[in-house]
Every structure is written in C-alpha cells, then in structure tokens.
Nanobody, 130 residues
Framework: QVRLVESGGGLVQPGGSLRLSCAAS????????IGWFRQAPGEERVGVSC????????YYADSVKGRFTISRDNAKDTTYLQMNSLRPEDTAVYYC???????????????????????WGQGTQVTVSS
C-alpha cells in the first residue's frame, strides 16, 4: 500500500524559510510524479509544485516561482519542497501526492489535476505570521 508522509511544517515569520519533506513507501512504481498541493481554510486545494521522477522535470505554480524549489532524493524515495521568502498568503496545509499517470509530455497547465493524484499524505501545517 502506497504511503506518503509529510514533515517539516511549522510557524515562520514573513521572509523566512521552511523545507518540507515527503517520504514515499509501499510502491513499486518506476514512473510517476510527486506533487505538492496546499489548501487554506475555505479555499480549494491547489497545486504548488511537482516533479516527474523519471527525468526530474519540475513544474511550479506562478505564485511560488522563484521562491520555492522542489527536489528529489531517489535513493530515499523522498521529495523536498524548499520554501524561501515566505509570505502570509503561503499559510495553508501542505500535502504531497503521487500521480501514477504522469509522463514526460504533460503540459504545465495539466500538471496539477487533483483527480489524477491517487495517493495523498496527511498534510502538514505551514503558518507564516509575525
């Protein structure tokens, strides 16, 4: 059974940094994407960043480009989201998810289709506040 476990959330001041981790286990997939999504109270879950593990291609939402970086340690089957220059509007529960249908030809506007991510972690709270 696929399991995703996030860690690294917390409280940080505006302008600060956090690194989230997503450890995957229980699967034998060799082609998939790991995505990071976030959901603020009263809002829909939206994609933040994702990485295609086969070739390392990355995707970012416009709201985080230049501030967030997704990376991957294949040996540990762990995906990271480095978040810099954090803003109060980044406050949300952050989830990682696995998309087993992803391939190398996915255009940016199709990288964060929630229904295509079959497996989800439990979420980790990120709060940006002074």
């Amino acid at each position: 059974q696929v399991r995703l476990v996030e860690s690294g959330g917390g409280l940080v001041q505006p302008g600060g940094s956090l690194r989230l981790s997503c450890a995957a286990s229980g699967h034998a997939l060799d082609s998939y994407a790991i995505g990071w999504f976030r959901q603020a109270p009263g809002e829909e879950r939206v994609g933040v960043s994702c990485i295609y593990i086969v070739d390392g291609k990355t995707y970012y939402a416009d709201s985080v480009k230049g501030r967030f970086t997704i990376s991957r340690d294949n040996a540990k089957d762990t995906t990271y989201l480095q978040m810099n220059s954090l803003r109060p509007e980044d406050t949300a529960v952050y989830y990682c998810a696995l998309n087993p249908y992803f391939d190398g030809d996915v255009p940016p506007d199709e990288a964060f289709i929630v229904d295509e991510y079959d497996y989800w972690g439990q979420g980790t709270q990120v709060t940006v506040s002074s």
